[in-house]
C-alpha cells in the first residue's frame, strides 16, 4: 500500500517568513495530493490540491509543487501569520476505483508563526 | 451550508463498555468516510461507504468495530466492548462521490478517553 513521509515533524517561523513542507510517498501511481490543515479541535480543512498532470499550482500565499518522478510534493506558505499556526498534514491517492482511491496521510506537521 | 456534523463531540468510557458515534454529512454528499486520529498521526480510513453501501472497510476492526449508514445519509460507529487503545479521534468525512477523488470535508471529531 502506499506510505507518505512527511517532514519535518515541527516546524517555527517569524511572522512574514515562508515555510515549507515536504512530502514523499510510495505508491507510483498515486495520483492525487491534497493538503489539509488542522486546528486544534477541529477537523481537518482542505487548503490546496494537486494533481499529476499539473506540476505546481498556487492559490495566493499558498502553493504546492509536485515533482511525480522523485515522488515528492511541498507545501509553501508565504509572508505567513500567526493564523496559519496550526497542523498541516500531506496525503496521496490513486484516482477512482474501489479500495484504490484511499487517502493515506502524512503524520502531520506542526506549525508555528510567532508574532 | 451545514458542514458535516459529528456527536458527542467528547466521550469518557470505562474499558469494556459499548460506545456509538453518529455522523450526519453535508447535504447531498453520497460519500461518507470515518476516520481514526491517534495523537500526533494522521487520519487513518476505518471505512467509507457510497450511498448505503460499505465500499471499503478492509481497515476496520470488525471484531469489534461496526458501521452502519442507513437510507444513505446518517451514519454511526460502534465500538463494543471497547479496549484501551480505541483512546482517539474518531473523525467522520463527507464527499460528493464523483469520479475519481472529489474533496473530502472533514467533521469536528469525537474524541473518545477509554479508561
Known amino acids: 500500500g502506499e506510505n507518505v513521509e512527511q517532514h519535518p515533524s515541527t516546524l517555527s517561523v517569524q511572522e512574514g517568513d515562508s515555510a515549507v513542507i515536504k512530502c514523499t510517498y510510495s505508491?507510483?501511481?498515486?495520483?492525487?495530493f491534497p493538503w489539509y490543515k488542522q486546528e486544534l479541535g477541529k477537523g481537518p480543512q482542505l487548503i490546496i490540491d494537486?494533481?499529476?498532470?499539473?506540476g505546481e499550482k498556487k492559490d495566493q500565499r499558498i502553493a504546492v509543487t509536485l515533482n511525480k518522478t522523485a515522488k515528492h510534493f511541498s507545501l509553501h506558505i508565504t509572508e505567513t501569520q500567526p493564523e496559519d499556526s496550526a497542523v498541516y498534514f500531506c496525503?496521496?491517492?490513486?484516482?477512482?476505483?474501489?479500495?484504490?482511491?484511499?487517502?493515506?496521510f502524512g503524520k502531520g506537521t506542526l506549525l508555528t508563526v510567532n508574532p | 451550508e451545514a458542514g458535516v456534523v459529528q456527536s458527542p463531540r467528547y466521550k469518557i468510557i470505562e474499558k469494556k463498555q459499548p460506545v456509538a458515534f453518529w455522523c450526519n454529512p453535508i447535504?447531498?454528499?453520497?460519500?461518507l468516510y470515518w476516520y481514526l486520529q491517534n495523537l500526533g498521526q494522521g487520519p487513518e480510513l476505518l471505512i467509507r461507504y457510497e450511498n448505503e453501501e460499505a465500499v471499503d472497510d478492509s481497515q476496520l476492526p470488525k471484531d469489534r468495530f461496526s458501521a452502519e449508514r442507513l437510507k444513505g445519509v446518517d451514519s454511526t460507529l460502534k465500538i463494543q466492548p471497547a479496549e484501551l487503545g480505541d483512546s482517539a479521534v474518531y473523525l467522520c468525512?463527507?464527499?460528493?462521490?464523483?469520479?475519481?477523488?472529489?474533496?473530502?470535508?472533514f467533521g469536528p471529531g469525537t474524541r473518545l478517553t477509554v479508561l
Open positions: 468525512a463527507s464527499s460528493q462521490g464523483l469520479a475519481g477523488p472529489d474533496t473530502q470535508y
Open positions: 505508491d507510483s501511481a498515486s495520483n492525487y
Open positions: 494537486i494533481r499529476s498532470n499539473v
Open positions: 447535504s447531498g454528499h453520497n460519500t
Open positions: 496525503a496521496a491517492s490513486r484516482e477512482s476505483g474501489g479500495s484504490n482511491y484511499k487517502l493515506t
